[in-house]
C-alpha cells in the first residue's frame, strides 16, 4: 500500500493498494478519503490493480483554484482514470456522492468505465422515502449561500476535530463498535491532521454537499444518467442507512432489473467498513458471475429497456 500523488492542475493524493491487471478505482463519499477503504483495498487487489483517489477538496487533495463540486470532480476523475489507465477501461466503485459521481462518469465517458459498484450511492429520493428530519434540516443549511459556510464552520469550532469524526462515523453505522479495530482512530487521527494543516476543508465540504443536492433534486435527469448505463453493475445497500434510505436503492434496483442488487441487513451507510469481509464476498460472488465482465474479460450488460 503507497501514497501517491498526481498533478491535474493542482496536486491530486491517491491510495495505491497494489494489485495487477485491470484497474479499479475507489471513489469516497462526502466528507471522506481513501481512509474509507482501508479494510478492503488489499483484498481488492486480489482480483485487480485498486486506487482510491482523494477528490477535489477531500483527504489530501487540496482545492488550489478548483472546485469541489460534483460536476468538477467528475471531471477530475475522468482526468484521473486517464492517467492510471491511459489504456483501458476501469471498474469504478463508488460508496455515497462517490456513487453519483460514478454514475455520472459512467454516462458521460463509458469508453473508459467497464462496470460500477454502487455501495449505498446518492440519488433521488424515491416517493415512499423518509428522511430524518435532522438530516434534511443540514443538507438544507447547506444548500443556502453564506449559512452553510458558517454553520460547518461554527460546528467545527464547537466540537472539534475528535468529536465530528466520532459523530459521523456514528451517524454512517449508529454503533461505533460495528467498526473493525482500527477503523475509528485512524479516522480521528486524520479528522485531526486535516483541522490543523488544512483549513480548506470545510469550504470543500459545503460546496460539494450544495452541488450533490442540486444535481440529486433533477430526478428525471439523473434517473435518464443511470437508465443510460451499459456496464455490468453491482448495486449493495445496507438496511439501516439514515443518509441514503434503502427505500431510494430499492426503486433503483425496480429501475435497473438487469443489476445486481444486495441489501444487508442491520448495516448503515458504510458497508465496506462496518462488514468488509461480507461486502469483499459479495463483490468478488458479483465478479464471478453477473459482473465478470467488470474487469474488461467479459460480455457487458445491455442497457435497460
Not at 45 to 54: G, L, P, Q
Not at 108 to 137: C, D, H, I, W, Y
Request: charged share 25%; hydrophobic share 40%; with cysteine.
Amino acid at each position: 500500500m503507497l501514497t501517491r500523488t498526481l498533478d491535474l492542475d493542482g496536486p491530486v493524493h491517491y491510495m495505491d493498494f497494489g494489485g495487477t491487471g485491470p484497474t479499479l478505482v475507489l471513489v469516497h463519499g462526502l466528507g471522506g478519503s481513501h481512509l474509507n477503504w482501508m479494510k478492503v483495498g488489499e483484498k481488492l487487489a486480489r482480483r485487480a490493480r485498486v486506487v482510491a483517489v482523494d477528490l477535489v477538496g477531500f483527504g489530501l487533495t487540496p482545492p488550489e483554484g478548483r472546485s469541489a463540486s460534483v460536476h468538477a470532480n467528475q471531471a477530475l476523475l475522468d482526468r484521473f482514470i486517464q492517467a492510471v489507465s491511459p489504456n483501458e477501461p476501469v471498474l469504478l466503485m463508488g460508496n455515497s456522492m462517490g456513487g453519483a459521481i460514478s454514475v455520472m462518469q459512467a454516462a458521460r465517458r463509458p469508453e473508459r468505465v467497464s462496470g460500477l459498484v454502487l455501495v449505498n450511492p446518492a440519488q433521488p429520493r424515491a416517493e415512499e422515502t423518509k428522511m430524518e428530519r435532522a438530516v434534511l434540516f443540514q443538507f438544507a443549511l447547506y444548500t443556502i449561500p453564506g449559512v452553510g459556510e458558517f454553520f460547518v464552520k461554527r460546528r467545527a469550532a464547537r466540537f472539534g476535530p475528535e468529536k465530528l469524526a466520532r459523530g459521523m462515523l456514528k451517524l454512517c453505522c449508529q454503533d461505533l463498535n460495528r467498526y473493525p479495530e482500527g477503523v475509528v482512530q485512524a479516522h480521528v487521527d486524520f479528522a485531526r491532521e486535516r483541522h490543523e494543516r488544512m483549513p480548506w476543508s470545510n469550504d470543500a465540504f459545503v460546496e460539494a454537499a450544495r452541488s450533490l443536492v442540486k444535481l440529486l433534486v433533477r430526478k428525471k435527469q439523473f434517473r435518464e444518467m443511470e437508465k443510460s448505463i451499459r456496464v455490468p453493475t453491482l448495486l449493495v445497500q445496507g438496511s439501516e442507512d439514515r443518509l441514503v434510505p434503502v427505500t431510494n436503492s430499492r426503486e433503483l434496483a425496480r429501475v435497473r432489473p438487469d443489476w445486481t442488487y444486495v441489501e444487508y441487513q442491520g448495516v448503515g451507510h458504510t458497508p465496506m467498513m462496518e462488514i468488509p469481509d461480507e461486502f469483499i464476498a459479495t463483490v468478488e460472488t458479483w465478479m464471478d458471475g453477473p459482473g465478470r465482465g467488470a474487469l474488461g474479460n467479459g460480455e457487458r450488460v445491455a442497457r435497460a429497456s
